[in-house]
């Protein structure tokens, strides 16, 4: 994700945005930039890691105290020294920074290219800018107001102007910005750890605000007017508590991030009615009309969103899908097709055995759609098709926000794939669509059910072996269930299909075996219970995961971890936290490395 700096005050701006970007590091990051105003706005920005920022300014250095910084995670445009911010509108009047996303930045674009401006990236972030520049005739904060109203989308935004110099400006529409308040000295940036190194006092702006910032201190109003009070946080944290906001580790941070994460997946991809428009997929409306079969590929936490989206892609496109591990299909002769699609999907977009199989694919003349959370990634350029996820970049090795970001990637995909074929008719799009725009809501509400999750870490810590099961979607999930576990706890366990265990595994179920039972599925509902009775009746332990109205279960299950009733096409989304959240707290309760598992590494690029 995007980290955002910025300055004013008495001293020399540029060493000290550099710095505060250096500590904005670890939310990963693919150019950097900064602009002075000193009079006139000076901009040095590089593609790649700050130290060749840093170069730049050593060459090329700028003077003046009132700056602003950015780490750019690339969303829109690949990474590289034009798409890096900050940008400026054509007469480099005014400057922006901005971190998130703009929806309707195509819309946008057309039209200030009809009043004849030119653009130089291919950010949306430079719209801001030129629209900014039009607005203004001599208040920035009116300007700024009037071109926000203008964009939709989910974002932080941080303006300068050299005809109000001393001044920053910054907005604030779901993506965090906070600003640090020193003696003389003012900072405004993405994150706390960027400048508690100056100041342990902190404004958070929220939601719906816009900030001035000048060096003698900040003023925070709301977007459409009118001043707020906000009281003045003091930050006990140390920095490295900071980075983490306040978690103690990245995959609780990153598991706690999945609301905005979905938000941001669906931004500005979806209507009320269930017509989903996705940037960079390409396909017709013909070829999604005729595909005749889709092949999904993709390694561990992916293979198993793979699993949900062969599950959705059958259920509600009745179209053959395959999901094979690459490893797997890249040696086995597939019957890939012309005709056919084949969804690689990659978090990192870099896995060595995910990139091989969607070659194979591709040259069976297959058409390839890249999965991916990375902009620019070898996968996303051996594509024909892209869908990237936003779950911005993930630092816990176990994968848990990107996870979830795939699977609503693929619930949209099977929308546009659904609508041009006919076979999604208005009332299920609109349903399906209902129920994506409440899951950020429904994924904030499993998060709260916390210390149900504990109680349930706390008794299965101590156990040798670990079963979930499921059935249809919700085998798909428990599979994932199963993988954080092992991941990060080390404990050993397995996920089948819940029909699955009366023929083998059921051996292994004897008193206080705990088995993790997710149940959503309306239609096999019965057919699991049935599983759970055959566990009940070997002295098993079983914790279950249910819709929060589900009564049934409680008869049956010694636990339940309850999830918000859902759509039960969609229900998996919700009932993959707790399972994380498990996994998590199974791995404290054992003193793990928590985001560094041991033998495990982030991005497998060898075979
Ligand atoms: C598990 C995990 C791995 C990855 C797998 C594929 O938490 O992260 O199983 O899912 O190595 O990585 P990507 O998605 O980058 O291709």
Known sequence: MCGI??????????????????????????????????GEIHVRKAEGKIDRLAA??????IEGSIGIGHTRWATHGAPSDLNAHPHTDPSGEFVVVHNGIIENYLSLRERLETRGHEFTSETDTEILAHLVAEEYDGDLVAAVRRAVGRAEGAYALVVMTMHEPGKIVAVRRISPLV?????????????????????????????????IVTKDGASIEAIDGGPIDREVLHIEWDAEQAEKGGFDHFMLKEIHEQPVVVTETLAGRLDEDGHAWLEDVEFDDYFASSL???????????????????EIFQRVLRIPTSVEYAHEMRYADPLVRPGSLTVAISQSGETADTLAAARLAKTRGSRLLALTNVVGSTLSRDADDILYTRAGPEIAVASTKAYLAMLIAEYLLALRIGRAR??????????????????????????????????????????DDIYFIGRGLD??????????????SYLHSEAMPAGEL????LALVTAGTPVITVITQGAVYDKTISAVQEVKARGGDVIAVAYEDDREIAKHADMVLRIPRADDLLGPVTAAVPLQLLAYHVARLRGHDIDQPRNLAKSVTVE
Not at 56 to 61: H, I, K, T
Not at 293 to 309: D, K, P, R
Not at 428 to 439: F, I, K
Request: charged fraction near 20%; glycine fraction near 12%.
């Open 5 to 38: 700096m910025g300055y004013a005050g008495p001293r020399a701006a540029a060493p000290l945005l550099l710095e505060g970007l250096r500590r904005l590091e670890y939310r990963g990051y693919d150019s950097a930039g900064i602009a002075v105003t000193n």
């Open 56 to 61: 730049l300014l050593e060459s090329d250095p």
């Open 179 to 211: 600003v640090g308040l020193g003696d003389g000295e003012t900072f405004l940036a993405s994150d706390i750890p960027a400048v508690l190194e100056h100041t342990r006092d902190f404004l958070i702006v929220e939601d719906g605000e816009l900030v």
């Open 292 to 310: 005749d079969h889709i092949w999904i590929t993709a390694c561990g936490t992916a293979y198993h969103a793979g699993l949900v989206g062969k």
């Open 422 to 463: 006919g076979i999604v008719d208005e009332a299920l799009a609109a349903r399906v669509a209902h129920g994506l725009n409440l899951l950020p809501e429904h994924v904030d509400a499993a998060l709260g059910q916390d210390a149900s999750v504990i109680a349930a870490a706390e008794r299965i810590v101590d156990a």
């Open 475 to 488: 085998h798909a999930v428990a599979m994932e269930g199963s993988l954080k576990l092992k991941e990060v």
């Open 502 to 505: 009366k023929h083998g595994t």
